[in-house]
């Protein structure tokens, strides 16, 4: 077996492992759901992959990242058995698919999500300690904003964006409609010292 050959079965190898790592995490956070200290109640979500539903594991997008997550699973199985089979016939060009579709699976068949928890937060299936969250801002969303138009009734919801460096670049958006719930999400972050940060025409600031 060639060096090539060896390179791109341990990476399909990985990529196998990041896929299964990723679907064990989705449904562990669709399990301690019912956890949540917000929301408790059906409420008018968005995040940057779309309309956050109660998790549960009858939920559309739930069904389509497991039978996803299984059916690249088994294609990747294939490929591998295959390496071994015939290891003298594969290159990248003919693996790049065997690359791509995990990829692809892990970062387009996502399971819209926010939950806030007792020990951190989950954000279209991504958890964040508290620790890690660096703080938090609320704007409207007007004309000129990223999420202008993105989504039905858009300029109606609140962006609340947290923070996760010091540099502010690292962030994520949740868009969400009600006021009394964005004084909600408001009054939780603060309790978990989470800082609210300030716009001015030159800059963020911690107020």
């Known amino acids: 077996m060639t060096s090539q050959i060896v390179i791109i079965f341990v990476l ?25 200290i917000y929301p408790t109640q059906e409420t008018e979500i968005v995040t940057d992959k779309g309309k956050v539903e109660k998790l549960s594991f009858h939920l559309k997008s739930w069904k ?6 299984i ?7 294939i490929f591998l058995s295959l390496t071994i089979i015939f290891n003298e016939t594969m290159t990248w060009s003919s693996s790049l698919i065997f690359i791509y579709l995990p990829l692809m699976t892990i970062n387009l068949f996502v399971v819209p999500s926010f939950l806030i928890l007792s ?3 989950y954000v279209d299936e991504h958890y964040y300690d508290w620790k890690y969250i660096k703080g938090f801002s609320v704007s409207r969303i007007g004309i000129g904003h990223h999420a202008y138009g993105m989504f039905d009734h858009a300029a109606n919801h609140k962006d609340i964006k947290l923070f996760f460096d010091k540099t502010l670049k690292h962030h994520r958006s949740i868009y969400i409609r009600n006021d009394a719930d964005v004084e909600e999400v408001r009054q939780l972050l603060a ?4 800082s609210e940060l300030e716009n001015d025409a030159n800059r963020i600031q911690v107020k």
């Open 119 to 121: 020990k951190g937060i």
């Open 71 to 77: 059916g690249t699973s088994l294609f990747m199985i």
């Open 12 to 36: 399909v190898i990985l990529l196998l492992i990041w896929v299964l790592v990723k679907y064990r995490s989705t449904q562990q956070m669709i399990r301690i759901s019912d956890e949540a």
């Open 64 to 69: 389509t990242k497991r039978w996803m997550t």
């Open 191 to 194: 309790k978990y010292e989470v």
